[in-house]
């Protein structure tokens, strides 16, 4: 997600806020915002299949995905 489409966001929020939205607007404001969650989630499932546990013992146990 790059940062002109976050800014698109925001500027599609704050315009929703003080005096609405066109139907064509609604569109890309949805559009984007699910653009922003699926990056966000990719991004937090990266991080997680790189995280370890460091035990007391000082051993490192990889978290795994529980399904």
């Known amino acids: 997600m790059t940062q002109e489409k976050i800014d698109r966001i925001n500027a599609l929020a704050r315009k929703q806020k ?10 890309e404001q949805a559009v984007l915002r699910r653009e922003y969650i699926e990056s966000y989630k990719r991004s937090l499932v990266s ?11 000082g051993s490192k ?5 529980k399904d």
């Open 18 to 27: 003080s005096e609405g939205l066109t139907e064509e607007e609604k569109a």
């Open 47 to 57: 991080q997680l299949e790189n995280t370890y546990i460091v035990e007391p013992d």
């Open 61 to 65: 146990k990889k978290i795994t995905r």
